[in-house]
Every structure is written in structure tokens, then in C-alpha cells.
């Protein structure tokens, strides 16, 4: 705990002094991450083979090993990724607002790094450039404890990526890899030194750290993702959207897990459907009247009122048919995990009610629930999805690692001034000034 809380302790007073250090030294540093990262997968690649051998050994799930593995495709990612965010604006420093409360005294709400952050996470190697490219660039120190399944692929990867931001004037000693298991409970307790802990994982696993720590938690503990598919529908693009938003990842928090179908389109949509599912090794979980509505040689079975309240991660779906959009609304609510929820529909109005209707993170109209993504958002990257309602919301990226501070510029301006029977009056006029600028 000692050594534990001591590289803490020094990664929080390195991030000071990186929430200081000049744009283009941050962005030298991730094309120098990027390039070190393309230039060395191999490295990364033969680590992530030994944790995947060992995860199959052990007999983890598919859905876990899936998410675990590493190849050339996703480095590729990993590579894009990391210069995407070094294309991104840097926020520090940045002028939110500014407004005149009296001649030559200027406030300004500028733009500054949380500070210390704590990310847990499970399986996902990928976690590792993600949050450290975003956090660089960001100006916030960050200790990461990955899943001991993802051991060797992590090591590997930190090393890689902190070896190359140290070569560009990064102080080495901003970021902290914890590699044992008794790192999770130390780090729930170190309330004085971590600012934010951003858990990514299972459920069962984010709910723990929710629960045992008093450090603020930015996350989501399910992705139960819903596809309404309306009578006004377009039958072909709703095909489409429910496949993929099934079956294109269906190991992660944005695939759907339940697909409800209006009543008017159910005999025309739901036949077809469950075909395709069927083709692509997708078990159907059927209500009553899903069943009788599915052809008899397409298998599925009966759901239980459990299925409504869970997160598959896998080629698993339940199917409901409603009678009405508001039903399907309801459900959502009810059921969802304000995470991400799509209509399909031609039917302006409906998509309208159902944007202003249902209360998820992430609302879609006419498109896959596997766009809901940081990158994919435009973000570069993502530090992970949250369902909080304050702070950040949906794809988190740079700006849900920022926050804020304010400066107040004078001339011997004092407060006697503006108080009592002769007080001056505040302008409280807005402009467009910016600190510094």
C-alpha cells in the first residue's frame, strides 16, 4: 500500500506540472506513442497471445476472451486513435465564458484538468491508449489497474506508450500501472489523492466500485440497449440497423439487447428477422406473441421476465412485440439502462416524441446502437460511457476529464465599493474575450 500510495501521491503532483506543459509537446508526444506503438505490436501482440492461451486454459467466456484478444486490426486502431487525439483541439486553458462585471474588472471561466484519475477495467486492452492518449492531451495524471486476464497485453502496451511520451518531455511519473490484485481495494481508499475513478467492465463489476469507494465514479453499470422498430418503419432499414446492432460486436456495452417490434409490422418485420438472426448464430429470446409470429423452423425460446432486465453480451436477443410507441417508450424506460436506445421509423413526429421521451444517455434515430462510441462521436477516443446525469453523459472524451476554474481580473478593484448606500452597480455584461488571448 505504501509503495502504491506513494506513485500516486507522485503522479498527482506530475500532473501538475503536465496540466502546464505546451500543446505541441503533448501532441509530439502521442505521434511519438503512435509511432512507437505501430513500430513495436509485435511486442504487444505476443504478450496479448500468452493472456489469451492462459484465458482459455482457464476457461473464461468467449464474450471475455473476445474482448480480451489483440491483432493487427485493432492496433491499427490503437495507432489511429492516438493521432487522432493529438489532431484534436487542446482544451486547457480554453475560455468557456467571460463577462464584465465593471470597467477593467473581467471574469472568465477557463477550462482546467481534473486532476488525478483511477481508471479499473476489465478485459480490454485497448483501454490503455484510449485513456492515456486522452488524458495526456488533457493535462490529468492517471493510475490504471487492468483485469489480471489482461496482465501481460497491458504491461506491454504501458510501456510502449509511457517509454515513447518520456522521449518527448512527458514526465514518466504521471502515469501508474498497479498490477496486483490487492491494488483495486488501495486504490478505492485513496479519496485524498484521486480526483474521479472511471471503472469500465462488467455490471457486477462497476456496481463494486460504485459501491466501496468515496471517490467520485463516472461510468455505467449495464448496457441494456433497446431497437424499437415502428410501424412506420422503412422494413428494409430496419432490418439492417437490428442485425448490426446485434451481431457486428456483441460483446459490449452498445450492442442491443432487446428488440421490440410494433404489432401493425410485427407479421411483415418479424419473420424476416429472426431469419437473419437465425443465419448469424443469434439465439432469439421470444414473448408470446414474437413466437407465434416466427416461422416454426427458425428455433427460439420463451423469455423470462429476467431477459427484460439483462445484458447479454453475446449473440443472444429478446424480442417483444408492443402495440404502440408509447409502450415501447415505457418499456425502455422501465427496462433500459439509459445507455443507448434507437427508433426506426420514416415518421418525423414519432422520432421526435421518441427523442424527447426516452431518458438514455444516447437516443438514435434510423441508425445502429454500435455508433454510440467516442470515437465514432468524433471524440478521438473515449475515456468510457456514462449514464450519470451530472458531469458527462453518453461517450465520454476529453471534455468529461476537464473541468474548471475561474479568474477574476481587476485594477486594485475592491469589494467596499460595491457595497452600502453609494455602492457601484455590476455591469454583468458578456463578452467574447478570452484569457490570455
Not at 501508474?176 to 485524498?192: A, N, P, W
Request: glycine share 8%; aromatic share 6%.
Amino acid at each position: 500500500m505504501a509503495g502504491l500510495e506513494e506513485s500516486i501521491r507522485n503522479a498527482r503532483s506530475a500532473a501538475l506540472r503536465l496540466a502546464a506543459t505546451d500543446t505541441r509537446t503533448k501532441d509530439a508526444a502521442l505521434i511519438a506513442m503512435a509511432d512507437a506503438l505501430d513500430r513495436e505490436r509485435i511486442s504487444v501482440l505476443n504478450a496479448n497471445r500468452e493472456d489469451v492461451r492462459e484465458a482459455e486454459r482457464a476457461g473464461f467466456q468467449p464474450s471475455l476472451i473476445k474482448r480480451l484478444k489483440v491483432d493487427d486490426e485493432k492496433i491499427d486502431g490503437m495507432v489511429a486513435g492516438l493521432r487522432d487525439v493529438a489532431g484534436l483541439a487542446d482544451p486547457v486553458g480554453d475560455t468557456a465564458y467571460s463577462l464584465r462585471l465593471d470597467d477593467g474588472l473581467m471574469l472568465y471561466q477557463i477550462k482546467c484538468p481534473i486532476g488525478m484519475l483511477g481508471v479499473i477495467f476489465e478485459s480490454r486492452p485497448d483501454v490503455v491508449p484510449q485513456i492515456l492518449s486522452l488524458c495526456l492531451k488533457s493535462g490529468n495524471g492517471v493510475a490504471f489497474k487492468g483485469g489480471s486476464e489482461a496482465r501481460r497485453s497491458n504491461k506491454a502496451l504501458f510501456e510502449v506508450l509511457t517509454n515513447a511520451a518520456a522521449s518527448a518531455g512527458i514526465p514518466r511519473e504521471t502515469f501508474v500501472l498497479m498490477e496486483t490484485r490487492e491494488d483495486i481495494s488501495s486504490i478505492l481508499g485513496l479519496h485524498q489523492y484521486i480526483d474521479l475513478l472511471i471503472p469500465r467492465g462488467s455490471n457486477q463489476f462497476v456496481r463494486f466500485i460504485q459501491d466501496n469507494t468515496k471517490i467520485p465514479v463516472l461510468g455505467h453499470a449495464a448496457g441494456i440497449c433497446h431497437v424499437y422498430v415502428d410501424d412506420d418503419a422503412d422494413i428494409d432499414l430496419a432490418l439492417k440497423v437490428a442485425l448490426d446492432s446485434k451481431v457486428q460486436y456483441p460483446a459490449v456495452c452498445n450492442a442491443v439487447e432487446t428488440l421490440l417490434v410494433n404489432s401493425k409490422i410485427a407479421d411483415r418485420f418479424l419473420p424476416a428477422m429472426a431469419k437473419l438472426y437465425s443465419d448469424n448464430n443469434v439465439e432469439i429470446r421470444a414473448d408470446g406473441e414474437s413466437k407465434r409470429l416466427i416461422p416454426r423452423d427458425i428455433k427460439t425460446v420463451d423469455a423470462s421476465d429476467e431477459d427484460w432486465d439483462t445484458e447479454y453480451n453475446d449473440l443472444v436477443i429478446s424480442v417483444k412485440v408492443v402495440k404502440s410507441i408509447d409502450e415501447a417508450v415505457g418499456f425502455i424506460n422501465s427496462h433500459g439502462s439509459h445507455h443507448t436506445d434507437a427508433i426506426v421509423t420514416e415518421n418525423e413526429g414519432k422520432q421526435h416524441m421518441f427523442v424527447r421521451s426516452v431518458d438514455s444517455a444516447d437516443v438514435f434515430v434510423n441508425v445502429s446502437t454500435r455508433f454510440a462510441d467516442g470515437y465514432r462521436f468524433g471524440k478521438g477516443a473515449e475515456v468510457g460511457i456514462s449514464t450519470n446525469k451530472i458531469h458527462s453523459r453518453g461517450p465520454v472524451g476529453m471534455e468529461g476529464l476537464m473541468i474548471y476554474k475561474y479568474v477574476l481580473v481587476g485594477k486594485g478593484h475592491v469589494v467596499k465599493d460595491y457595497v452600502g448606500k453609494d455602492a457601484k452597480k455590476f455591469l454583468h455584461k458578456p463578452t467574447d474575450e478570452e484569457y490570455g488571448k
